[in-house]
């Protein structure tokens, strides 16, 4: 257990784990990356590296054991989608009133909050920011550092407002991981004062070789499926793009079109594309998105989705 379990980019992990020895890393820290490149891991690794109560060393540099009880209580953290699913659940049984105020935080560790994008709207809300505020300026009780961990750059702007007040003078004991897919929909003034660190998507060949040292148990096409899994995705990110540029063609601004090399076609799809059908096919990429999450049989979904355009 420790930093060998996390794969790819060992170069920016490496590089993050030799700031921390020298107490270096910032107390602001972008983590940029793709769906599925381990933003979310890293930093809740990094989490128990400085707080690990038996800190070890791997290959001259800190790592954490993940048996003490900073240790085992930040992996609590560790299935976020279930953590946030427990919170939703809790607020959906308080009374209205209270429901209202409440906003969705993951905490297993008291030093160590995890805030992800508050639902309906999946943005970070002022509330959630707040709560960081609340305890940010108090020394750490069971931790060395006090970690705060927002998940996804979709910021409220006056939650984005809140943090940009922090990251102007972070406590001595605290760090902010911010978590990207694009760093640029983070404000320009909350970039400038934090570091960020890029992580790349795995490679084919390293989901092949970390499955194989893994899942000796699986066979060469159970291992395929989880490859698909990750095609499915990337499949799905360029229908969402491909969607967006017929929405810009149809708006007047062809310049904002990414995929230039089916320009021509996307042309044509514009001009029997409107913009309710565009909602709905973004509409239906979301089911098939949250399909594939719960692990519906990924075909069917796609198949759905085929068929549900077909008939509009
Ligand atoms: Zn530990």
């Known amino acids: 257990m420790g930093f ?58 800190p790592d954490f054991c993940g048996q003490c009880s900073n240790c085992t209580r930040i992996a609590q953290s560790e299935d976020l989608e279930s953590r946030c699913a427990e919170a939703v659940d809790t607020r959906e049984h308080l009374r209205e009133t209270d429901k209202k105020e409440t906003r969705i935080l993951v905490q297993t560790h008291p030093d160590v909050l995890v805030i992800p994008p508050d639902p309906p709207q ?13 305890s940010i300026y108090f020394r750490p009780g069971e931790a060395k550092e006090r970690i705060y961990i927002f998940t996804d750059s ?19 004991f605290a760090t902010i991981f911010l978590l990207a897919e694009n760093p640029g929909e983070l404000l320009a003034t909350i970039r ?41 995705e990337a499949l799905l990110r360029t229908l969402y793009s491909l969607l967006q540029d017929i929405m810009f063609l149809n ?31 973004a509409d239906r990429l979301s089911e098939v998105e949250r399909g594939i999450r719960r692990n519906l049989l990924r075909s069917l979904s796609l198949d759905a989705f085929a068929t549900a355009l077909e008939r509009r």
């Open 122 to 134: 999946m943005m970070i809300k002022v509330d959630q920011v707040r709560r960081v505020i609340e």
């Open 192 to 232: 400038s004062r934090s570091m960020t660190f890029c992580l790349g998507a795995l490679s084919a060949e390293e989901i092949e070789r970390y499955l194989t040292r893994h899942r000796p148990d699986w066979d060469t096409k159970q291992r395929s499926l989880v490859e698909g899994r990750e095609k499915i």
């Open 251 to 281: 708006s007047g601004t062809p310049g904002l079109v990414r995929n230039t090399d089916v320009q021509d076609e996307l042309k044509k799809l514009s001009e029997s594309a409107d913009f309710a059908w565009v909602a709905f096919a």
């Open 4 to 61: 060998s379990d996390f794969h790819g980019n060992s170069e920016t992990v490496h590089r993050m784990r030799d700031m921390l020895a020298h107490q270096r890393l910032p107390h602001a820290v972008i983590l940029a990356g793709p769906r599925g490149s381990g933003k979310y891991t890293l930093a809740l690794m990094l989490a128990k590296a400085m707080n690990c109560l038996s800190p070890t060393t791997t290959n001259g540099l």
């Open 154 to 172: 979709a910021f409220m702007k006056e939650a984005a407002n809140s943090l940009l007040k922090v990251l102007e003078e972070p406590p001595e």
